[in-house]
Every structure is written in structure tokens, then in C-alpha cells.
């Protein structure tokens, strides 16, 4: 009997371990950004999408607040998150060690795909008297969550206009409740990694008339000689209250996931429902998931290898 049982309980034993370490836990948690911005609600119509084609039983997958990139990589690092939305940027700097990565590179995560390109809106409004970036030196800017690819953003581009830390008072939040504050005469200027048009942005200009800084010049330069970024030019079109095109900077969002906790069955399995049914997604931003788009911000990223079937299958790679 004592045998027996010491069998059961190895049988047991490795049944739970097979179904928690290795890969196709279907409980997910993917981490998103604050509430306010663009991650948070784009994410849970991406987890619908999820949920409702991936035909893997008790499958689900759950989009959770996060103060965005980098905290979304180092919790896939710690297990804590199985996907995450990020920045490409940051999400380079985690497989390289480096920036806010130092410390240790992120080894187990990889590329699932493009969401949509970041565009850098510095935002203010006429009230200030701000015209230029160099001109917040003293003022009360919102620089993004801890963690953000936001902050890390709004840092070297304060810092391309010779402004380092403590030159300003720095808001750690989102942009969702630095627009508030914006709209109620509380806070000077926001960055905002946001997408094109932003909804918070067109709110705070219903209420303000809201000037967006340019990025330009040698500051410009700066930028992206010691980053990824790319200049790019907001047209004028996309806001109402516009009369120039404005020039500014550019990164793309993408969609990451664990490759320890996420099978290359599972992970082929999500980008397939996620990329071929993305046109149920009623978010703006929702347009950018497309095929044609899927490898925007793959470069220099490692990929997962369910990621990589699913892009082979379809002869977008060799």
C-alpha cells in the first residue's frame, strides 16, 4: 500500500508540474498600461479577440492596468505577466541589457507582432505661454508612469533640449490623469506616447486651446543618434485645432509574450486568432493590426517561436 500510494503521489506530482511549467497554461495575464492611456482599452479588445478564437479549452486571457513597457517586460522576466504590450524600444533594451535593463537582460520573452505606431505629443496649452520643449525648465510636466516607455522618452528628449532631472516638477502618471490636470489648469505640459489621433487630446481640446511642442532641430538629431526613434510629422489633419503639421518623434507598439510559459503551439495559436479577426477591434488604433503591418518593430527582437511558425506559414518570412 505504502508503495502504491508513494506511486499516486509521484503520478500527481508530475501531472502538476506538466500542467503549470512548460508552456500551455491557459490563464494569462497580459500586461497593458494606465487606464487612461491607449494600452489599457485597446488590450482588452485584444483579449477578447483572444478569448473568443483561440479554441484551446479554458483558455483565457485577462489585460491588466500596468504601468506599461518596462514593467510589462520585467514582470513576463519574473513570470508574473504571460504577454505584455510594449514599445519596441525598451523591449530591444531588455533583450540587450541595457538602459533600464542594466541590470540583467530579459531572456525569455519574444515578438508576437505590431500593434501600432507610438507617436511622442508633447502637449500644453495657450494659457502657459509655452512654445518650446526648452521652455519647461521650472515647470510642472508629466513625464509618464514609472517603468513607461513614455518616461523613458520624455527623459532623453528633455534632455536634447538641455534639461536633465530636477530642472522641472515631474508627474510620475499616465496621460489619462495628466489630461485632467491639463484641462483644469493644474500642470504645465504632458508627454504622451500615444496613438494618432489620441482621444484624451482631442478631449482636453475641447475644453483648452492646446498646443502640441515641436521636436526638431539639433534636438532632434540628438535623439535619434542615442535612440530608435525616428522623427516623424503629426499632419495637420490629424487634430482640428492644428494649422501646421508638427514635428515630432515616433516608436512602435508591439505585442510580446513569455516563451517559457507560452508553448510554440499556444503562442502560434494567439497570433493567428489575434491577426486574423483584429477587425473586430473598434479602437482606432485597432486598424494598425494587420498582416501587412504584423512585423513593424521586429527588428533586432528576439522571436517566439509560435510567433514564428504562424509568420512562416503565411510567407511573411523566409
Same mark, same amino acid.
Given at each position: 500500500?505504502?508503495?502504491?500510494?508513494?506511486?499516486?503521489?509521484?503520478?500527481?506530482?508530475?501531472?502538476?508540474?506538466?500542467?503549470? $511549467? !512548460?508552456?500551455?497554461?491557459? +490563464?494569462?495575464?497580459?500586461?497593458?498600461?494606465?487606464?487612461?492611456?491607449?494600452?489599457?482599452?485597446?488590450?482588452?479588445?485584444?483579449?477578447?479577440?483572444?478569448?473568443?478564437?483561440? /479554441?484551446?479549452?479554458?483558455?483565457?486571457?485577462?489585460?491588466?492596468?500596468?504601468?506599461?513597457?518596462? =514593467?510589462?517586460?520585467?514582470?513576463?522576466?519574473?513570470?508574473e505577466f504571460q504577454l505584455g504590450m510594449t514599445v519596441h524600444l525598451?523591449?530591444?533594451?531588455?533583450a540587450n541589457g541595457e538602459a533600464d535593463f542594466a541590470d540583467g537582460?530579459? @531572456?525569455?520573452? %519574444?515578438?508576437?507582432?505590431?500593434?501600432?505606431?507610438?507617436?511622442?505629443?508633447?502637449?500644453?496649452? =495657450?494659457?502657459? *505661454?509655452?512654445?518650446?520643449?526648452?521652455?519647461?525648465? !521650472?515647470?510642472?510636466?508629466?513625464? !509618464?508612469?514609472?517603468?513607461?516607455?513614455?518616461?523613458?522618452?520624455?527623459?532623453?528628449?528633455?534632455?536634447?533640449y538641455g534639461i536633465q532631472d530636477g530642472d522641472y516638477e515631474a508627474?510620475?502618471?499616465?496621460?489619462?490623469?495628466?489630461?485632467?490636470?491639463?484641462? @483644469?489648469?493644474?500642470?504645465?505640459?504632458?508627454? &504622451?506616447?500615444? %496613438?494618432?489621433?489620441?482621444?484624451?487630446?482631442?478631449?482636453?481640446?475641447?475644453?483648452?486651446?492646446?498646443?502640441?511642442?515641436?521636436?526638431? &532641430?539639433?534636438?532632434?538629431?540628438?535623439? +535619434?543618434?542615442?535612440? $530608435?526613434?525616428?522623427?516623424?510629422?503629426?499632419?495637420? /489633419?490629424?487634430?482640428?485645432?492644428?494649422?501646421?503639421?508638427?514635428?515630432?518623434?515616433?516608436? #512602435?507598439?508591439?505585442?510580446?509574450?513569455?516563451?517559457?510559459?507560452?508553448?510554440?503551439?499556444?503562442? #502560434?495559436?494567439?497570433?493567428?486568432?489575434?491577426?486574423?479577426?483584429?477587425?473586430?477591434?473598434?479602437?482606432?488604433?485597432?486598424?494598425?493590426?494587420?498582416?501587412?503591418?504584423?512585423?513593424?518593430?521586429? /527588428? *533586432?527582437?528576439?522571436?517566439?517561436? !509560435?510567433?514564428?511558425? #504562424?509568420?512562416?506559414?503565411?510567407?511573411?518570412?523566409?
Amino acid at each position: 500500500m505504502k508503495k502504491l500510494k508513494f506511486l499516486f503521489v509521484s503520478i500527481l506530482a508530475t501531472a502538476t508540474l506538466a500542467a503549470c $511549467g !512548460g508552456g500551455d497554461a491557459p +490563464e494569462l495575464q497580459m500586461g497593458t498600461g494606465s487606464t487612461g492611456g491607449t494600452y489599457y482599452p485597446l488590450g482588452q479588445e485584444m483579449a477578447t479577440v483572444m478569448n473568443d478564437n483561440v /479554441d484551446v479549452e479554458g483558455f483565457n486571457v485577462s489585460a491588466v492596468a500596468s504601468g506599461a513597457s518596462v =514593467e510589462n517586460l520585467a514582470k513576463i522576466g519574473r513570470g508574473e505577466f504571460q504577454l505584455g504590450m510594449t514599445v519596441h524600444l525598451p523591449a530591444l533594451d531588455a533583450a540587450n541589457g541595457e538602459a533600464d535593463f542594466a541590470d540583467g537582460a530579459i @531572456d525569455n520573452f %519574444g515578438f508576437m507582432g505590431h500593434i501600432y505606431p507610438e507617436v511622442m505629443q508633447v502637449v500644453t496649452t =495657450e494659457g502657459t *505661454g509655452i512654445t518650446s520643449i526648452a521652455d519647461l525648465a !521650472g515647470k510642472k510636466v508629466a513625464i !509618464g508612469p514609472p517603468g513607461s516607455g513614455t518616461q523613458s522618452a520624455a527623459k532623453l528628449i528633455l534632455e536634447a533640449y538641455g534639461i536633465q532631472d530636477g530642472d522641472y516638477e515631474a508627474l510620475e502618471e499616465g496621460f489619462g490623469d495628466a489630461a485632467g490636470r491639463l484641462q @483644469d489648469g493644474q500642470l504645465d505640459a504632458s508627454f &504622451g506616447l500615444l %496613438g494618432l489621433p489620441a482621444g484624451n487630446i482631442i478631449d482636453i481640446s475641447t475644453q483648452r486651446d492646446v498646443v502640441i511642442l515641436p521636436i526638431e &532641430g539639433e534636438a532632434l538629431d540628438y535623439i +535619434e543618434a542615442n535612440s $530608435g526613434y525616428a522623427g516623424y510629422e503629426i499632419p495637420t /489633419d490629424a487634430y482640428d485645432f492644428l494649422d501646421a503639421p508638427v514635428m515630432t518623434v515616433t516608436a #512602435y507598439a508591439v505585442l510580446v509574450g513569455s516563451t517559457d510559459e507560452i508553448s510554440e503551439d499556444l503562442g #502560434y495559436d494567439i497570433v493567428k486568432a489575434l491577426y486574423e479577426n483584429a477587425a473586430s477591434i473598434s479602437h482606432q488604433q485597432g486598424t494598425h493590426l494587420t498582416i501587412e503591418n504584423v512585423l513593424n518593430g521586429s /527588428d *533586432g527582437l528576439p522571436m517566439h517561436p !509560435g510567433a514564428e511558425k #504562424y509568420f512562416r506559414e503565411i510567407g511573411i518570412l523566409n
